[in-house]
């Protein structure tokens, strides 16, 4: 059994590497990416679960690290939009379809959609991409131009299966 | 940030989860189960709650199950909705877990998380009163396994220290035909201003709803006028919405006139497909 008090070293798997970071059990895992790693993509939107920008990747499936404690994330892979290293399919999708405007929202957008790759390797239905994509809000309505980079992202994947 | 400190337990086994509320009820501290966590960390964030120790369930190999024997559907208390939805095992529950929250935070929010939450909606409870599931409660007196509307009046009643293991559904229900409407006032992940569940046992209609009042509830009165078949659909929508146990829930979302209105035409739309079908 695992029984964590006050301030303590654990390690975490993020991105491919494991860091070693000192936390307190209630800290959150946005909080502790951000401040303790440095990696700055996953946003601080709502803190309360709703906006999606705080999106990472955990095991391979979309989670809002607002709402998970840092200690929870041990013994699992965590990736961010750094881990992605620019030049994903789901990355360049997004930069063709200019699926963004302010880009707050975007961190997380990428890695939903990268998630959803990962859960779906071939295209699944509309009602599916639509149902992954309403956990994240973009204030700026780029909706129609995130649908249009999820298209490309597996329009690339077939290209490249060819 | 969460604003104060709690110790992190995470048991491997169940004797770890009750050893554990022993020890830290002897040393009057409030330990919580903690299972995808959503609505604990929102209620520390803003200071709503503020538990010792959280003993995180998810390790414990009881509350992962999610398999089919020859009697039931087993679902561990720690299954996450999504994981629920995408086996496909109990349809009705699926659809349920479906609409709760958004797809991301579906991976998260686990069975067990859902029916003991404070948000008052709990439409995962729907199902599970309609199919005369059972669960299994581990606590300070061990373990025991009773019908869940033994435990579940509009929200869990468990004693101090027990919490739930696994649900079980009977397996007449992971088939039976059945109906799930959720109303929300605007889009479609929202809180329900009405959800009606509905499943069939030899053409006798059973119904249960959440959003319509202060708490899910599934009754016998109404249930009885839905099946009079020598009433219109109208009618008897119109006699379901007399039978509240209370009257109709009234909020931001909408008012206690407008739930009525939604109810009345959710379950006439329900009766009238139902009749449809027989005719």
Same mark, same amino acid.
């Given at each position: 059994m695992i029984e964590l008090e006050g301030k303590t070293v654990i390690s975490l798997n993020v991105n491919g590497d494991s860091h070693e970071v000192m936390v307190r059990p209630s800290d959150i895992l946005l909080d502790v990416l951000r401040e303790? @790693?440095? @990696?700055?993509?996953?946003k601080a939107g &709502? *803190?309360?679960?709703? &906006?999606?920008? &705080?999106t990472v990747m955990v095991d391979g499936w979309p989670a809002k690290s607002c709402l998970?404690?840092? #200690?929870?994330?041990?013994d699992k892979k965590i990736i961010t #939009?750094?881990? @992605?290293?620019? *030049?994903a399919a789901v990355q360049k999708a997004f930069v063709e379809a200019n699926a963004f405007q302010c880009g707050y929202c975007t961190s997380g957008f990428l890695m939903v959609c990268h998630a959803l790759m990962t859960q779906h390797p071939v295209m699944p239905d509309e009602i599916v991409i639509e149902e992954w994509l309403q956990s994240n809000l973009c204030r700026c309505t780029s909706y129609q131009e995130i649908r249009k980079a999820v298209h490309l992202m597996y329009d690339s994947l077939q290209a490249a299966d060819v | 940030m969460i604003p104060f400190d709690f110790v992190y337990c995470r048991p491997d086994t169940l004797n770890e989860v009750t050893d554990t509320f022993k020890r830290y009820q002897n040393e009057n501290k409030k330990a919580i189960c903690y299972g995808g966590g959503s609505e604990i960390i929102t209620m520390c964030r803003v200071s709503s709650i503020h538990p010792d120790v959280v003993v995180d369930i998810k390790n414990i190999p009881e509350c992962r199950v999610l398999e089919k024997d020859n009697f039931f559907l087993n679902i561990g208390a720690a299954c996450t909705l999504n994981q629920i939805k995408e086996s496909k095992l109990f349809p009705l529950l699926g659809l349920a877990c479906g609409r709760i929250a958004d797809h991301t935070n579906q991976c998260r929010i686990t069975l067990g998380g859902n029916l003991c939450g404070t948000i008052i909606y709990r439409e995962t409870s729907l199902p599970l009163l309609l199919s005369d599931a059972e669960v299994t409660t581990s606590g300070l007196d061990g373990i025991r396994r009773v019908p869940f509307q033994n435990i579940f009046d509009g929200r869990v009643r468990l004693k101090e220290g027990e919490w739930i293991v696994q649900v079980h559904i009977p397996v007449w229900a992971l088939q039976a035909r059945h109906a799930h409407i959720k109303k929300t006032?605007?889009?479609?992940?929202?809180?329900?201003?009405v959800n009606v569940t509905a499943i069939w046992k030899d053409d006798v209609l059973r119904t249960a709803f959440s959003g319509i009042c202060s708490r899910p509830f599934r009754s016998s009165q109404i249930e009885a006028v839905l099946n009079d078949h020598g009433l219109s659909p109208e009618i008897r929508a119109e006699k379901a919405a007399e039978l509240l146990p209370e009257p109709p829930y009234h909020d931001v979302e909408g008012s206690s006139e407008y739930r009525a209105f939604v109810f009345r035409n959710t379950l006439c739309e329900l009766l009238e497909a139902w009749q449809n079908d027989r005719a």
């Open positions: 303790q @790693l440095g @990696l700055t993509s996953a &709502c *803190k309360n679960g709703d &906006c999606g920008a &705080c998970m404690l840092a #200690v929870e994330a041990q #939009v750094e881990g @992605l290293g620019g *030049k | 006032t605007q889009e479609k992940i929202d809180y329900p201003l």
